[in-house]
């Protein structure tokens, strides 16, 4: 994500709607300087929740990627979930065994 693209992004479109910083700021419920340091690309000094309250005044939708070495990251988060599947068949496999055997 580019800081400097967002923060553009953010005061074109504000000043395409024929909005204030501070118009933006109130409706928002954050302050002046926080629209301010968004429009300038500023995000390392801005919590997430007052990103978005800017958004949904401005009506932009924000969304966050997160990457890591590539497919990379599909694999470690798909680790734990493939855990839990293998340990479902084989409670499953192993309680249809029993009913078949009589016990």
Known sequence: MNDQL???AFRAV???????????ARLAGVS?????RIERGRLERVALPAVRAVARVV???????????GAGLDRVIGTGHDA????VSRLM???AGRRLRGK
């Open 6 to 8: 967002v923060g553009r």
């Open 14 to 24: 504000r000043v395409r709607r024929g909005l204030r910083q501070s118009d933006v």
């Open 32 to 36: 002046r300087w926080t629209v301010a």
């Open 59 to 69: 009506d932009v939708s924000v969304e966050i990627a997160v990457r890591w070495e």
């Open 84 to 87: 839990l599947h293998e340990a």
């Open 93 to 95: 496999a192993d309680r």
